[in-house]
T-cell receptor, first 113, second 114 residues
Framework: KQEVTQIPAALSVPEGENLVLNCSFTDSAIYNLQWFRQDPGKGLTSLLLIQSSQREQTSGRLNASLDKSSGRSTLYIAASQPGDSATYLCAVVYGGSQGNLIFGKGTKLSVKP | NAGVTQTPKFQVLKTGQSMTLQCAQDMNHEYMSWYRQDPGMGLRLIHYSVGAGITDQGEVPNGYNVSRSTTEDFPLRLLSAAPSQTSVYFC?????????????FGPGTRLTVL
């Protein structure tokens, strides 16, 4: 059974720091991996989608990498800001499913001014 | 575009009551799905649909019913609410559920069953 793990569960950093969030998955037969952001009491916002054939995707200060063979993805946030404070969720669409997401439990990020 | 909309935002039910959570999207997406989010459990798939008239079960389907009569709407029905169904429910959609498709989520419905 595909499982997705995110470490750490919570992270607190000072403003301006570069940081890395980690995601690992047990079955490398995935179609894609997505990173989402969730603000308290809100829905999920898609940040980046990496297809299984890709190694990384970038959007502004965010860079996500994918290493399918080792079952790992990282989300790099450059020059963090207090507005980046949120929970970041990693999810995979695994082989044989039709867009069904398997989620990690998230990393709660707090960026202190 | 309004994106994915969900109603109601909050709901309190008594054990045994039934209700329908509404989900609609205006992006002409074929794929729609329902997730529940519980503390310590993360998000889990309840039901999904790959097009009008086609639905299937996810990881935690028991106690829930769905139907998809139009492309736009994908309601989730609780047949006889139980306290274990207290959760936050999210609806999501994507173009076709394909490998390149970003998934869009609604704002959620927070349900409490007493």
């Amino acid at each position: 059974k595909q499982e997705v793990t995110q470490i750490p569960a919570a992270l607190s950093v000072p403003e301006g720091e570069n940081l890395v969030l980690n995601c690992s998955f047990t079955d490398s037969a995935i179609y894609n991996l997505q990173w989402f952001r969730q603000d308290p009491g809100k829905g999920l916002t898609s940040l980046l989608l990496i297809q299984s054939s890709q190694r990384e995707q970038t959007s502004g200060r965010l860079n996500a990498s994918l290493d399918k063979s080792s079952g790992r993805s990282t989300l790099y946030i450059a020059a963090s800001q207090p507005g980046d404070s949120a929970t970041y969720l990693c999810a995979v669409v695994y082989g044989g499913s039709q867009g069904n997401l398997i989620f990690g439990k998230g990393t709660k990020l707090s960026v202190k001014p | 575009n309004a994106g994915v909309t969900q109603t109601p935002k909050f709901q309190v039910l008594k054990t045994g009551q039934s209700m329908t959570l509404q989900c609609a999207q205006d992006m002409n997406h074929e794929y729609m799905s329902w997730y529940r989010q519980d503390p310590g459990m993360g998000l889990r798939l309840i039901h999904y649909s790959v097009g009008a008239g086609i639905t299937d079960q996810g990881e935690v389907p028991n106690g829930y019913n769905v139907s998809r009569s139009t492309t736009e709407d994908f309601p989730l029905r609780l047949l006889s609410a139980a306290p274990s169904q207290t959760s936050v429910y999210f609806c999501a959609s994507s173009l076709s559920g394909g490998h390149t498709d970003t998934q869009y989520f609604g704002p959620g419905t927070r349900l409490t069953v007493l």
